[in-house]
């Protein structure tokens, strides 16, 4: 099974302009849980996920209890810049490999130099889960 099979095909960005709490409502909005981060002029600058905005809101307190901090601040303060890149035909299993080893949950998918998906570890899993080779 290839990446292109597993991938979502619906890419919805932040720009590094967006504070944390822009892109909060982002996610909330369109249902996502992270989003690849772009300059004004498109180039890929990070990827920003709904861990990254909770460990960037929130703080841990002397008595261990979370006090939010300043939703103002800038995406490309907490962003990832560690994005891992993948072929849209390589095997699922390469990818799961990869990421494994990368130590990420989620990878940016390309066709010819162009960015066509994402695809995280649920979507791999989900995938193999409704494969009849699993269920047999």
Same mark, same amino acid.
């Given at each position: ?72 601040? #800038? ?7 560690? *994005? +891992?890149?993948?072929?849209?035909? !390589?095997? $699922? %299993?390469?990818?799961?490999? #990869? ?7 989620? *990878? +940016?998918?390309?066709?010819?130099? !162009?960015? $066509? %998906? ?19």
């Amino acid at each position: 099974m290839k990446i292109s099979e597993v991938m979502q095909k619906e890419i919805v960005s932040a720009t590094i302009e967006m504070s944390v709490g822009d892109v909060g409502r982002l996610f909330v909005s369109k249902q996502i849980g992270c989003a690849p981060v772009i300059s004004s002029d498109g180039e890929l600058m990070g990827i920003a996920s709904k861990s990254d905005l909770i460990r960037a809101l929130s703080e841990r307190s002397d008595q261990g209890l979370l006090a939010f901090s300043d939703p103002t601040i #800038k995406i490309w303060e907490i962003m990832s810049s560690k *994005v +891992l890149k993948v072929e849209a035909a !390589e095997d $699922v %299993g390469s990818v799961a490999r #990869k990421m494994r080893d990368a130590h990420v949950h989620r *990878v +940016l998918v390309y066709d010819g130099g !162009e960015l $066509v %998906g994402l695809a995280t570890a649920f979507d791999m899993l989900e995938a193999l889960g409704e494969s009849p080779d699993v269920h047999g």
